[in-house]
Each structure stands twice: as structure tokens, then as C-alpha cells.
């Protein structure tokens, strides 16, 4: 329904979703439809009037929901897991329905407005509207063609190992091969081992560098050990690296616009080109290098870094065989990957692309505890991200990039490290890097311990993710949207249909405020049952994670409770860090994020 009026102050009162356009039209949003903006025509929603926001995707600093904090971003385009989609509690979902550079401001300055707008292009935004949040979230998931297909049962219950924080650019063949032995023999439940950055001589080549002799060998004994590998691959050729400049000619790469070259670029590992997957001979080489790593030494999958726009050259001086427009790029590139390899790879970069059968991992995590893109951030963003689809989610490595970004940052504490992995355990995929035995044995024990917890829960993982009809880690609001009071709630969400996790995001905290939806209740440790309601100061020791079961599902709490007793046996010494292990690495922050 819509108005005209020379500004949003004279509009009706309403209990409804307002919004006004630059140059007199405003309304409500009442039922489920569009509105069409010309390139340059800024709307803007009360966002008082729609409740509680939640979408978006990453942001450096992460609220939940959004309007308790503010985002201005006047270049949204792809960078790590976004979407152009935002929702409210008042039962309404927007979406802006292009892959066009959006300018986005929420609650910019305090003034309470969710403003969007396009300068290079007519969009269209997308309103569903139901009586509840989940019922409109639920119709953008079906236009979305969401749900994505779930990988195979065992990688649910699995512990990645990546080889990032503890062997930053200093990974050879022989390290690997230990790593995997190391974690074979002590017992973790891990059958991926991904080989990040440094496999290769030059970014870009996509073969072995002379640091792996002899890749075959290598696959080989992690194969024998129960692991599959996966290879860390960037769509950037660097161009120090050999056949740089044939593939350019080839237009393997994007040229430049001059006709020149390739078009060039900085990323966080120096200049290069970019792969042109618009163009059918850059899908083309891109494919057959995967299918030679796939076919000629086994590698079973792949971890897939790039694809967000400031990893691209400058429209100005690009030439593409089909722009696609500035988030266009990335789809593209996943769909190489999901055609060769599906569900055997992760990207921790996507616009619109919920229903590609991809792991979705969130972009680097720094080794602290705050909202801003800390443990809090990591928290707050997965339950983001699976309202946008983006469910079937990895919280990034365990406990966060430890100094790799800054070599002289502090090693993360026994308690970061005890408390990162807890929350962890109980998200879709657990995966670690910074190895959990460069702390003292009883820290490590309890990270082990947490490992195998995430293992029993493989089988429950599988059956929530099968035919879902809600994200698999979800609000506590989500199953019941009348409880005005569980919108806000940001540091407690639903892993799946039954199980209730409440970390402890706080420093030093061994008790928190646990809210519990209604319904009956079980503490997994004590096996009290419990109403839905508020319980203060509830027992959150380190290790300790509170935990409950909804009581239907007492199988779940048979399942878990002897592991989780175990692991409670133990106590951590808050503040104290038993780490000593470094292999830092500075890099240059002004292209890294």
C-alpha cells in the first residue's frame, strides 16, 4: 500500500512496516510483493516499525539484532557471506533482488532507518509478509530454492584440521603427513585434513610447489590414516607466476580494458589476475586443473577463498566476457567447484547463492572475545547467516586466526581456547587449526573431549539437516515468535529442533542468564527438568557449557551426558595461557579483512 506525500513525518499511523522514497512516495508494507526503485532512489524503513532486524550477513562488528548497533556501507558488495536480504519480527522479509553495489545504512547515526538504494542500476526489492517471522522467512527460503543438499552423514560429525594458523606459508609435504598422523593418533574424529596457503610455488599456479615431492605419496597416507584432503584454491593467478601472461592472452584471465593484459589487482598475496569464469575458457583451465589435482593425486574436495569484489579488478578497467555485475563473480565460481566436487568443498564467500551444495564457512575470526569479529561476532553471524540460508555453516577454526594477521598479537588464553571450542561443538561443523596440544595435557584433554560430543551428534545433526523446513542453527525466537522477550536474546540459539545451547562469551564468567523457550526442558548434565523461562546466574563452570534437551529427547541426553560429564571433571584456570607454540605472520591489513 502506498501514499504520497512530501515526507515520511505525514504518513498515517500504522503498526505496520513503513518505508518512504526520495521524491514523495511512502507507505506500509502489508502484504507480499515489490517496489521498484529507478537507479539513484534511495528507500527508507522505519526500522522501529518493523521490530527487531536480523540478515545482512558480515559486518566487522556484529549486532543482534541489528538495530541495537549500526552498519554504514555505501559499496555493499560481495565480502565473505552477505546478502542483499533483511528481516524484522514484525513478520516482514526484504529483499533486493540484484547482484548489483548496493548503498546500505542501518540505524546509521542513531536515526533509525534502514536505507538502500542503487546508483547503476533499476533493482527490485522482494517483501514476503506473514503473522510471524518464520512463516514470511519461510517463503523467502522457497524463492531462494533453499534448502542446499547435505553432505554426506559422516561430515557432520567430523573435526576438520587445517593447516592455516599453525603452519602459516610454512606447510611441506612431510608436515602434513605428520600433522595427520599426530591427529590419528590421538584419537580425534577427523577425516578432512584441508592444506591452506603455500601448497603451490606462486599463487595462482594450482601445482605443487618442490616443498611436496611427491604429492601421490602424500594423499596416499592420509588416506590410509581415514582423511581425505582438500586443497585451499584462490581464483587469482599472481603475476610473478608462471604462464601469467599467456593465460592473459588467452583471456584465461579478466583483461584490461586498454586490451592490454590482464587486469590487475592487489589481494592480501600480492597483484594478480583474475580467473574469468563469465568466460568459457577460464571455466575451462579453472576445471581442468581441479580435475588433474582430483584425478591424478587424489585430492577429494577443496577449500575456496575468494570471489568477493574487492578481490577484483576495477570495473574501470575491466573487460569481462560477461559482467555480471560487482557480486555477480562469486556464484560463477562456486559453480565450477559444486559441479566437480559438491559438498566437498567450503567457501567462506556467497551473495546469492543459498541453495549451491557448499560447506559455508565464516571468514577469518580474530583470537578475542568481542563483538568485533571476535567470539561474540562468530556467534552472532552464524545466526545470521543460516536466516539467510547460509545454515549448513563452519564458525571458521578454533580459537580464531591466531596471529596471522599480527605476529606479535597474544596466543589465545586455555580459557578462549576451552570456550571457542565449546560453542563449536555444538554448531554444524567443527573445525581447528592452531593444534589443541600446544596447550597443557588437561586443556587439551577437555578439546578433545568436545571433539567427541560433536561426533555423538552426528547422527542427530543428519537427521535435523535432512528435508529441513527451518535452519539447522536458529534464533531461540524461531520456534516461537510469539515470546517478544527471545528476539533480542544474542548469545543462546537452537541446534536443530531439540537441543538448546547457551555459551559463555564473557571472559572470565563460570555463570550466566539462560532463557528457555516454552516447553519442558532438560539440563544435560543434571537431568532436571525445566519450564520455559528466565534462570539467572545459572552454572556455566570452564569447561561447562550450558546445555539443555527438550524432554521429548531423552535419547539426545543418554547420547551426550556421559562425554559431557567426563569432559566436566576437568578445570580450566581462567586467564592463564599454556600456549607458547607461534608461527605469526603480518599482513597487509589495508587488503585484508
Request: hydrophobic share 40%; aromatic share 12%.
Amino acid at each position: 500500500m502506498t501514499f504520497r506525500a512530501s515526507s515520511p513525518v505525514s504518513a498515517p499511523p500504522t503498526d505496520l512496516l513503513t518505508y518512504f522514497i526520495r521524491g514523495g512516495e511512502y507507505g506500509v508494507i502489508d502484504s507480499t510483493g515489490v517496489i521498484e526503485l529507478a537507479a539513484g532512489q534511495r528507500i527508507s524503513f522505519d526500522l522501529a516499525s518493523g521490530g527487531d532486524w536480523f540478515g545482512h550477513g558480515f559486518h566487522h562488528v556484529q549486532s543482534f539484532p541489528w538495530q541495537l548497533g549500526s552498519l554504514s556501507n555505501p559499496d555493499f558488495a560481495v565480502n565473505n557471506i552477505q546478502s542483499p536480504i533483511w528481516m524484522c519480527s514484525r513478520g516482514v522479509v526484504l529483499m533486493v533482488d540484484t547482484r548489483r553495489k548496493l548503498d546500505v545504512r542501518l540505524n546509521e547515526k542513531g536515526e533509525g532507518k534502514l536505507e538502500i538504494s542503487c546508483a547503476d542500476d533499476d533493482v527490485i526489492v522482494r517483501h514476503w509478509v506473514a503473522p510471524t517471522l518464520p512463516e514470511a522467512h519461510r517463503k523467502l527460503m522457497a524463492f531462494l530454492g533453499w534448502p542446499n543438499r547435505p553432505p554426506k552423514p559422516s561430515r557432520f560429525g567430523d573435526s576438520f584440521f587445517c593447516t592455516w594458523t599453525q603452519f602459516p606459508r610454512c606447510i611441506n609435504q612431510e608436515r602434513v603427513i605428520a600433522m595427520g598422523e599426530e591427529i590419528h593418533r590421538r584419537g580425534y574424529p577427523c577425516s578432512t585434513l584441508i592444506i591452506d596457503d603455500r601448497w603451490e610455488a606462486s599463487f595462482g599456479e594450482l601445482e605443487f610447489a618442490e616443498d611436496f615431492p611427491d604429492p601421490g605419496r602424500m594423499v596416499a597416507r592420509l588416506h590410509e590414516l581415514g582423511i581425505e584432503v582438500w586443497l585451499w584454491i584462490t581464483p587469482f593467478v599472481n603475476q610473478e607466476s608462471k604462464g601469467f601472461e599467456d593465460l592473459a592472452e588467452k583471456g584465461i584471465l579478466v583483461p584490461h580494458r586498454s586490451g592490454k593484459g590482464a587486469a590487475r589487482f592487489r589481494w592480501w598475496g600480492g597483484t594478480a589476475g583474475l580467473v574469468d569464469v563469465t568466460a568459457p575458457q577460464g571455466r575451462e583451465w579453472l576445471r581442468g586443473k581441479l580435475e588433474f589435482l582430483r584425478d591424478h593425486f587424489g585430492i577429494d574436495g577443496f577449500k575456496i577463498d575468494g570471489g568477493d569484489f574487492k578481490y577484483q579488478p576495477s570495473p574501470s578497467e575491466s573487460n569481462w566476457h560477461e559482467f555480471l555485475g560487482e557480486s555477480g563473480y562469486s556464484d560463477q565460481l562456486l559453480a565450477v567447484f559444486e559441479d566437480l566436487v559438491p559438498n566437498q568443498c567450503e567457501s567462506r564467500t556467497a551473495w546469492l547463492s543459498q541453495k549451491r551444495s557448499i560447506l559455508w564457512r565464516q571468514g577469518g575470526k580474530d583470537s578475542h572475545w568481542g563483538a568485533d569479529n571476535g567470539l561474540k561476532a562468530m556467534v552472532r553471524l552464524g545466526l545470521h547467516l543460516a536466516l539467510l540460508g547460509y545454515d549448513l555453516s563452519i564458525p571458521d577454526m578454533v580459537p580464531g586466526r591466531v596471529q596471522t594477521l599480527k605476529s606479535d598479537e597474544p596466543l589465545p588464553t586455555d580459557e578462549l581456547m576451552v570456550r571457542w571450542t565449546e560453542v563449536s561443538a555444538f554448531m554444524p561443523f567443527l573445525q581447528f587449526s592452531y593444534f589443541p596440544w600446544n596447550y597443557a595435557p588437561e586443556t587439551e584433554r577437555v578439546v578433545w573431549g568436545y571433539a567427541q560430543i560433536h561426533k555423538l551428534l552426528e547422527n542427530y545433526l543428519v537427521e535435523q539437516s535432512t528435508d529441513r523446513t527451518a535452519p539447522l542453527i536458529r534464533p531461540a525466537w524461531y520456534g516461537a515468535p510469539e515470546e517478544k522477550e527471545l528476539f533480542r536474546i544474542d548469545d543462546q540459539f537452537l541446534l536443530g529442533d531439540d537441543l538448546l545451547v547457551a555459551p559463555v562469551l564473557e571472559e572470565g564468567q563460570v555463570s550466566r542468564t539462560v532463557i528457555l523457550p516454552p516447553g519442558e526442558w532438560v539440563d544435560a548434565y543434571t537431568k532436571e527438568t525445566l519450564q520455559g523461562g528466565e534462570f539467572p546466574d545459572y552454572p556455566a563452570p570452564c569447561p561447562g557449557i550450558p546445555l539443555f534437551v527438550r524432554k521429548a529427547r531423552m535419547d539426545l541426553v543418554e547420547q551426550i551426558r556421559p562425554q559431557l560429564l567426563e569432559v566436566s571433571r576437568v578445570r580450566i584456570q581462567l586467564v592463564k595461557t599454556t600456549a607458547s607454540y607461534s608461527a605469526g605472520l603480518n599482513r597487509d591489513l589495508s587488503v585484508t579483512g
